[in-house]
């Protein structure tokens, strides 16, 4: 299976109404048996942070701490370690908004693009842009250069409505 087609179908999963969670997770230890790791409640404890907490850019330490009041016995290095291999199998995007550290959200998009962010300068705030508008520029890149673009990030950095 695809990396694409993971990623749409967990989208598809992440959708439904009722047992969302239970259907990723299971999903998901499908997914991690294929490469030879075990969905540990460690493991899950972390995805759901990370799901349940969507469009709010966490870091490891804050993932870290969410998790910890699920599972009190879990290491600072199990969730870097699981983050790793979330990232690596699609299922979650690994950002870097500039700021010093690296932050999660899960992946739920059916391509390759990641959404935009809009970062406030003076307050940090982050927005997402739901909508990719670069569709455009990227064929007039692609035909101009001869180039097959894959993937582009956009952080634009500015003022909020609040800090203006």
Not at 15 to 32: F, I
Not at 48 to 74: A, F, R, S, W
Request: glycine share 6%.
């Amino acid at each position: 299976m695809l990396k694409k087609d993971v990623q749409w179908e967990v989208k598809k999963e992440y959708e439904k109404a009722g047992d969302k969670l239970e259907n990723v997770a299971d999903q998901l230890k499908t997914m991690l048996k294929e490469k030879g790791y075990k969905l540990t409640p460690q493991r899950r404890a972390v995805l759901n942070i990370i799901m349940e907490n969507q469009g709010q850019h966490l870091n490891t330490e804050e993932i870290y701490d969410l998790v910890k009041t699920q599972c009190p016995d879990i290491g600072l290095a199990t969730v870097y370690r699981t983050l790793q291999i979330l990232d690596e199998m699609g299922l979650i995007l690994k950002i870097n908004l500039d700021d010093g550290c690296s932050r999660y959200e899960f992946n739920a998009n059916q391509d390759d693009h990641q959404h935009h962010h809009l970062i406030c300068t003076n307050c940090g705030a982050i927005i997402e842009v739901g909508e990719d508008l670069l569709g455009p520029l990227e064929e007039q890149i692609e035909k101009q250069y001869d180039f097959t673009i894959t993937d582009h990030k956009v952080k634009f950095f500015g003022l909020c409505s609040k800090c203006r």
